[in-house]
């Protein structure tokens, strides 16, 4: 038997580890621009929750308990603008395990395309591979995909590596394509609630899909919005029958999320005031450094949401990380989301205020 591992590509971050050793020798230490991992602390509020419910013996709901599901509702309706049932909601053992696995959940079979963005997080390509299945990349879904095969279509809006965002009128033509031919779409949508330059909207919104949800999910994450990275906290929402399968499928190979997280969660999805906290603060980093990075040469495109800035300077980009590494700055090479980065890094602006500040002087 072959062992999955050999079917899948190298893990890309392992070939930035020499530039990550040559950022560390800086005289004043390494400025990581390359994961956008939190670093700024858990919110008092999210953490009260966690120690309250700390004394949890019980196994936990792989639905999540009625708290958890009225409160991610709640916010789909209060934030997204979308109607959306408790019972049409699941959490998440963080949204990359969703990525991972959703088409061996969904019983897809070999022979069958798994489509998504040709510049993307790499764990779409990942979780079609371990099911066997055939990776597809796009432009544009409607035009460049064959609707026979495509069973699961993946959309990222707002997108990782870009920042780029898809508006409602071209959602909702991807949307109908998709219904007319028995595709199953799904938005990760994590970046949602951190757009600069617009106002990112959602797969679930009834301006895209009408008063249904059919054939539809929305995948989402607290790691960026509450700093929860280390909770391995999100939720997706969407076609009640499609979350009921999901649902039948995790509770016999015990996908739970524990549930003190599960309360931290109602605290976090219900609480605005650290998310605006956290939204300025990244808001603040962003500026600076997009301005100090196109004084250091580079055209930054798309954007306008997201943690991110996607940036060339009309170079190969590994040329770009190595001349960066020799200022102590390590940024990650479009190369990792799909061929077409191969002139652009991404510089993520989850350092925090002091490392952003020396990476502004070292690019001056």
Same mark, same amino acid.
């Given at each position: 038997?072959?062992?999955? %591992?050999?079917?899948?590509?190298?893990?890309?971050?392992?070939?930035?580890?020499?530039?990550?050793?040559?950022?560390?020798?800086?005289?004043?230490?390494?400025?990581?621009?390359?994961?956008?991992?939190? +670093?700024?602390?858990?919110?008092?509020?999210?953490?009260?929750?966690?120690?309250?419910?700390?004394?949890?013996?019980?196994?936990?709901?792989?639905?999540?308990?009625?708290?958890?599901?009225?409160?991610?509702?709640?916010?789909?309706?209060?934030?997204?603008?979308?109607? +959306?049932?408790?019972?049409?909601?699941?959490?998440?053992?963080?949204?990359?395990?969703?990525?991972?696995?959703?088409?061996?959940?969904?019983?897809?079979?070999?022979?069958?395309?798994?489509?998504?963005?040709?510049?993307?997080?790499?764990?779409?390509?990942?979780?079609?591979?371990?099911?066997?299945?055939?990776? +597809?990349?796009?432009?544009?879904?409607?035009?460049?995909?064959?609707?026979?095969?495509?069973?699961?279509?993946?959309?990222?809006?707002?997108?990782?590596?870009?920042?780029?965002?898809?508006?409602?009128?071209?959602?909702?033509?991807?949307?109908?394509?998709?219904?007319?031919?028995?595709?199953?779409?799904?938005?990760?949508?994590?970046?949602?609630?951190?757009?600069?330059?617009?106002?990112?909207? %959602?797969?679930?919104?009834?301006?895209?899909?009408?008063?249904?949800?059919?054939?539809?999910?929305?995948?989402? %994450?607290?790691?960026?919005?509450?700093?929860?990275?280390?909770?391995?906290?999100?939720?997706?929402?969407?076609?009640?029958?499609?979350?009921?399968?999901?649902?039948?499928?995790?509770?016999?190979?015990?996908?739970?999320?524990?549930?003190?997280?599960?309360?931290?969660?109602?605290?976090?999805?219900?609480?605005?005031?650290?998310?605006?906290?956290?939204?300025?603060?990244?808001?603040?980093?962003?500026?600076?450094?997009?301005?100090?990075?196109?004084?250091?040469?580079?055209?930054?495109?798309?954007?306008?949401?997201?943690?991110?800035?996607?940036?060339?300077?009309?170079?190969?980009?590994?040329?770009?990380?190595?001349?960066? %590494?020799?200022?102590?700055?390590?940024?990650?090479?479009?190369?990792?989301?799909?061929?077409?980065?191969?002139?652009?890094?991404?510089?993520?602006?989850?350092?925090?205020?002091?490392?952003?500040?020396?990476?502004?002087?070292?690019?001056?």
């Amino acid at each position: 038997m072959r062992p999955v %591992s050999h079917r899948l590509p190298v893990f890309p971050w392992d070939r930035l580890e020499p530039y990550k050793t040559a950022a560390a020798a800086h005289p004043d230490g390494i400025v990581d621009l390359s994961v956008g991992t939190p +670093v700024d602390p858990v919110p008092d509020v999210i953490r009260e929750a966690l120690a309250a419910h700390s004394d949890s013996p019980g196994y936990p709901l792989t639905w999540g308990t009625a708290a958890l599901r009225e409160a991610i509702a709640g916010w789909f309706g209060r934030r997204l603008g979308a109607a +959306v049932e408790p019972a049409a909601t699941l959490p998440l053992i963080g949204s990359k395990e969703l990525v991972g696995w959703l088409p061996t959940l969904l019983g897809l079979e070999p022979g069958d395309q798994v489509a998504y963005p040709e510049l993307a997080y790499p764990t779409y390509e990942i979780g079609a591979l371990v099911a066997r299945t055939e990776p +597809v990349t796009y432009r544009d879904p409607v035009a460049d995909l064959d609707p026979a095969r495509v069973k699961l279509l993946w959309l990222n809006t707002p997108g990782n590596p870009t920042g780029a965002t898809l508006g409602a009128a071209e959602l909702a033509r991807i949307v109908a394509w998709a219904r007319t031919h028995g595709i199953v779409v799904v938005s990760d949508e994590c970046y949602i609630e951190l757009g600069w330059e617009t106002e990112p909207v %959602s797969v679930l919104h009834p301006s895209v899909c009408g008063d249904s949800h059919d054939g539809l999910l929305s995948v989402h %994450s607290l790691s960026k919005r509450s700093n929860l990275a280390g909770y391995r906290a999100a939720y997706l929402a969407g076609d009640p029958a499609l979350v009921r399968e999901l649902l039948a499928i995790r509770k016999h190979t015990g996908m739970i999320l524990p549930y003190p997280v599960q309360a931290a969660m109602v605290a976090a999805l219900g609480d605005q005031a650290h998310v605006d906290e956290q939204r300025e603060r990244y808001g603040r980093r962003r500026a600076a450094l997009r301005e100090a990075i196109t004084g250091a040469g580079f055209t930054v495109e798309h954007s306008e949401a997201s943690l991110y800035l996607w940036a060339t300077r009309g170079e190969p980009c590994w040329e770009t990380v190595g001349a960066l %590494s020799e200022l102590g700055i390590l940024v990650a090479p479009g190369e990792f989301y799909g061929p077409a980065g191969k002139d652009f890094v991404r510089f993520a602006f989850t350092a925090t205020d002091e490392r952003v500040e020396q990476a502004v002087r070292r690019l001056a």
